[in-house]
């Protein structure tokens, strides 16, 4: 079975315009999080798809928004980038809802690195 | 809310010695607790999991964790370090709880093994 897949794997924007990062789920996994690790710091929650509809957000501003699409895979989309959004963002899956049942386990792709100059 | 501290940015053993990395967390609801692990320019990778039957879990590549509730704890450990589990380690937690929240994790902490 193929893993979670993100795309691109790195990647240069500038102050002011906007991303859009990939992920495809693993086989079989109908939930889609998004997490924002930046330098140093442990991943933190930004939203989760269930469905097709955001099920779950974190702590983060509106311009962050995603999408979930028939095949399970989705995008996240940053708008008016800034300088403090740099990080690696990791896109995790998982067969059923992350924290509706705590012991579903996320699998994690490799990231995709965003550089905002 | 939930929360998890990770104590020690960083921790350096001997090939060879025991491995502690130390994790507290904090959890309103029954927690389900995770170790998860990070090389180099890749993502997370599962080591554990507690999910409320055996206090003492064993996981991949030598790992194991026990879970203490009375000291809110949930330490990783390894009898002896091999110079491949070089990497960024986290803690996570989850639980039931409204809003279906998912994974908390710690900062994280680096393992250096030493030759």
């Known amino acids: 079975e193929t893993g979670v897949t993100q795309s691109p794997t790195h990647l240069i924007k500038t102050r002011g315009q906007q991303v859009t990062l990939r992920c495809s789920s693993q086989?079989?996994?109908?939930?889609v999080s998004w997490y924002q690790q930046a330098l140093g710091q442990g991943p933190q929650f930004i939203f989760q798809y269930y469905r097709e509809e955001e099920n779950g957000r974190g702590n983060f501003p509106p311009r962050f928004s995603g999408l979930q699409f028939p095949n399970y895979s989705s995008e996240l989309n940053v708008n008016a980038l800034e300088l403090d959004d740099s990080a690696l963002y990791l896109c995790?899956?998982?067969?059923?809802?992350?924290?509706?049942?705590?012991?579903?386990?996320?699998?994690f792709g490799a990231g995709s690195r965003l550089t905002v100059l | 809310a939930q929360s998890v501290t990770q104590l020690g940015s960083h921790v350096s053993v001997s090939e060879g010695a025991l491995v502690l990395l130390r994790c507290n967390y904090s959890?309103?609801?029954?927690?389900?607790l995770f170790w998860y692990v990070q090389y180099p320019n890749q993502g997370l990778q599962l080591l554990l999991k507690?999910?409320?039957?055996?206090?003492l879990v064993k996981g991949i590549n030598g790992f194991e964790a026990e879970f203490k509730k009375s000291e809110t704890s949930f330490h990783l450990t390894k009898p002896s370090a091999h110079m491949s589990d070089a990497a960024e380690y986290f803690c996570?937690?989850?639980?039931?709880?409204?809003?279906?929240?998912?994974?908390?994790f710690g900062k994280g902490t680096r393992l250096s093994v030493i030759a």
């Open positions: 996570a937690v989850s639980g039931l709880s409204p809003g279906n929240t998912p994974l908390v």
């Open positions: 995790a899956s998982t067969p059923g809802l992350a924290g509706f049942s705590g012991a579903n386990v996320l699998t």
């Open positions: 086989s079989g996994h109908n939930t």
């Open positions: 959890s309103s609801v029954p927690p389900y």
């Open positions: 507690y999910t409320s039957a055996a206090t």
